[in-house]
């Protein structure tokens, strides 16, 4: 029997963790879309409704501080799970039904919001669970097994091609959906035993006023911190193309040629996503945890900031010469999620660096509130755009829309120091 303990190994906890918190939500927002693509539904619908589905992420804020108040971290992560299992299951028993898509985006929405609850208690726990110099180093770490789901995501659309080499479109999807389940419930399990019992994490004390007046407090000490227009311009702008592109992109590499698309089969996409695509996103990701970690935050964010961006022209290559060479797609493919695992670091650090005081989980979670409607927003105009330009105008546009985001990151005032690991440390 695995004892309690406040503290374990982080290589134990947070690969898995993230991992697991990435499943659901590459569930809701990318296979979702691979799913409805082959159930052939438009783009435009696609685009639109599986944008909506960000809302639980865009409005977790209102509940984040019940996370705060109730209970620990630990307990709501377990809890979550559990419920997000229960919710793929009904996508799985729902996809050969002939309202599937009425059925299929309920239980999507489920799923989306216990994962963004999951996400609020998540978060948080890796706060209390690390200090600072760990949470930079680590960021890295889990950034990329976060994104490792998206790997997941090409595993899952490989599954499903070879299902619908040997069944039904609607019997192959509830069939690769079933496995995703049993997948996450084990993680369930896994995490009930693995999961440390820091001593930070508590309930944090009600507000002696009122528990309504300590919500409020919560948002008081957020909205009034330095600079907090600026910093929410940057979390709604910095990812600006990547949310249009994101829905997208497996659209586009779906559809055939004379449409616009590169016509690859399902099990292709999911190969470009989970081969080179995987191994890019994880070295992206790692090294931008290790860089930040040495060179600091502040010196780091621009070339973060390019790495994000300037890989769209890969896109922009693949829509104008629609090329054969599968591999050649694939290495786009990969560009494109190594600068992406970079450049999301800078994202992911800004954001604990001005949810640091009292109420960190909080205010973490108001901050992925506001990087989902970064998402949601562009991402649910992003199929009328495509429909209207084409495809190879539409990624021009994507392009085009970071120049923003560099007025943004020059006007941003960012500790030299933060991120750094510290002489003791390096001990």
Known sequence: MIKKTESRNPWAWIPSLYYAEGIPYVMVMTVSVAFYKRMDVSNADIALFTSLLYFPWVLKPLWSPLVDIVKTKRLWIILMQLLVGIGLGGVAFTTALPDFFLYTLFFFSLIAVCSATH??????????????????????????????????????????GYFENTSAIPSAWKTTFILITILFLLFFIYHSFILPYPE??????????????????????????????????????????EAQLVKLAQPFLLDPKDVGGLGLTTAQVGFAYGTLGVAALALGGILGGIAVSKKGFKKLIWWMFAAINIPHVLYIYLAFYQPENFFLITLCVAGEQFGYGFGFTAYLLYMIFISEGEFKTSHYALCTGFMALSMMIPGAFSGMIQEYLGYKLFFVWILITMIPGYFIIKSLRIDPEFGKKTAKENR
Do not use: C, W
Request: glycine residues 10%.
């Open 119 to 160: 996400d609020i208690a998540a978060d948080g726990f890796y706060m209390l669970g690390l200090n600072q110099s760990q949470q930079a180093f680590y960021i890295g770490i889990r950034s990329t097994f976060y994104r490792l789901a998206m790997a997941t995501a090409g595993l899952v659309l490989i599954a499903a």
């Open 200 to 241: 930070t994490d508590k309930a944090v004390p009600k507000n002696e006023k009122g528990f309504l007046e300590g919500f409020i407090n919560i948002y008081k000490h957020f909205f009034t911190k330095r600079d907090i227009g600026l910093a929410i311009a940057f979390l709604l702008i910095y990812r600006f193309g």
